[in-house]
């Protein structure tokens, strides 16, 4: 099983990639999958979209192929994304506007949000409505909202709040364990290939 986390802030460093490298090692804790890897958006590797990808332009296959292939390769995928101004940042919508259901398609995916304040919940009601339509990425229905990132997750576990941070490691723990009971569930479903189909490519 290989599981790709994507880290959606475009801060370098960043609270995001914190946590992303948090559920990594939970992962590789519970051996729970062969492959995990991270992709980071941190200093915005990812030109905005635009219609030259549909054109087989050489320029985005030299840059996609890479994230095209690891993505493809994956049996699902954690997105963690900040909350910035009450919304998910602009280049991991521009992420999801660029993955195809080749790469993501009828693959779970869990949501995990991060908020310095008491905030977290906008980015996940706008990326289950808005980010999934056309490349079909499927959000299981666990979700981690992770407010005031600053206190727990840290590695020194002295900038940790004792109580919040056991919280957020069991949660993201039994998260994770979802998420790859989903993974195993839904790669059969793949390859029934019903999911395929030449005249319904887009969502509706």
Not at 74 to 92: M, N
Request: charged residues 25%.
């Amino acid at each position: 099983m290989k599981i790709t986390i994507v880290s959606g802030s475009h801060r370098n460093p960043s609270q995001s990639m914190k946590v992303a490298r948090h559920i990594r090692s939970a992962l590789l804790s519970k051996n729970s999958a062969d492959s995990i890897e991270i992709f980071s958006l941190a200093g915005n590797p990812l030109p905005l979209w635009d219609q030259r990808i549909w054109e087989s332009d050489p320029e985005w296959q030299a840059l996609l192929g890479p994230l095209q292939a690891q993505l493809r390769e994956s049996d699902g995928f954690v997105i963690v994304s900040p909350e910035w101004h009450g919304q998910v940042p602009a280049g991991l919508k521009n992420f999801f506007l660029i993955c195809s259901a080749r790469e993501v398609g009828h693959k779970p995916a869990l949501i995990v949000t991060v908020s310095s304040g008491d905030g977290g919940a906008y980015p996940v009601a706008e990326l289950r409505m808005s980010s999934y339509k056309n490349n079909r990425i499927c959000y299981i229905p666990e979700q981690v909202i992770i407010r005031k990132v600053e206190q727990v997750l840290n590695e020194d576990g002295q900038q940790n709040e004792a109580r919040s941070d056991d919280y957020y490691r069991r949660r993201i723990s039994w998260s994770l364990d979802i998420l790859k009971a989903y993974a195993t569930a839904m790669k059969p479903l793949r390859e029934s290939g019903v999911t395929i189909s030449e005249k319904f490519k887009n969502g509706m």
